[in-house]
């Protein structure tokens, strides 16, 4: 019972230390959530699993975790983490905090971004929410530039899994009226940097707990073809950087790998890695095999870009 007792309190204070060093930003002022549907006794909920790893879920009032890059390496790009876990739950640690610590040894302020996960409880349309909430996020990170001594010309989107569902959503979405805000303000993100992710909604390559928790049981046609983002790429959609291992169970390569042909169509620069093996959820630590070097692949592939130096 004590060992239970201690584990929860270093559980809290480890949660509590995080948000004591990192600035906490609410997306919507004053709690004026678009779409938002007010239940009193639905409120965030956060476990820490066997695995390790923190999630959070039952997200009602979405924000940005800030992590700044130290004042001598910062260079001015900025990244936008938007954590997986089939828009269930935000594996907001291992997909989250630990990328932002990364990114900022690069020299990138990054925001992680914890989003509202897709629920008739809470929202009057739980598929586009999460989209009004990247679409604020990004306006949020440019309209504070120079706030955060960031280039706003080098702002991108990061997802993983579902979050790389969400981040290739801002990539195709960027200029579709989801809530009402002000629209003078860019919210096509300079690059995505797209890990595992769900990219599709077709039946036959999709991951099936994503597409119902996003678009419920009985999608219709129109909107499975909404929110399969390689029927949406254009010629304005932002370069990507995609990662995948060949042998991921969860989410079928073939995601990555239509949405990079997509781009190839539309002359996009676009690099996309699979690896032999790596599966599902791999992230950036504790990495097996060659997919260990994803990061270092990443790494060089902005540096190629300009975005670090």
Known sequence: ?????????????????????????????????????????????????????????????PELIVFRAKKEKANGTAVIICPGGGYHILAIDHEGYRVAEWLNTLGITAFVLKYRLPDDEIMTDKSTGPLQDAQAAIRIVRQNAKKYNINPDKTGIMGFS???????TLSTHFNDTVYSCD????????????????????????HMGTRINLLGNKPSHE???????????????????????ADDKAVPVENSISYFLALKKHNISAELHIYEKGGHGFGIKNLK?????????????????????
């Open 162 to 168: 579902a979050g790389g569902h969400l981040a290739s």
């Open 183 to 206: 629209k003078t303000i860019n919210t096509r993100p300079d690059f995505s940097i797209l890990v595992y992710p769900v990219i599709s909604m077709d039946k036959s390559i999709t």
């Open 1 to 61: 019972m004590r060992t239970h007792i201690f584990l929860i309190l270093m559980f809290f204070m480890v949660n509590i230390s995080i948000r004591a060093q990192y600035e906490t930003v609410k997306l919507y002022p004053k709690d004026i959530i678009p779409g938002s549907i007010l239940k009193p006794s639905y409120s965030e909920k956060s476990e820490k699993g066997p695995d390790g790893i923190t999630r959070v879920y039952r997200v009602t009032s």
């Open 289 to 309: 095999g060659t997919v260990k070097y994803w990061t270092n692949d990443c790494e060089h592939w902005m540096k190629a870009n300009n975005l670090i130096k």
């Open 223 to 245: 909107t499975i073809k909404y929110f399969s983002n390689e029927k949406a790429v254009t010629d304005n959609t932002p370069p990507a950087f995609i990662v995948h291992a």
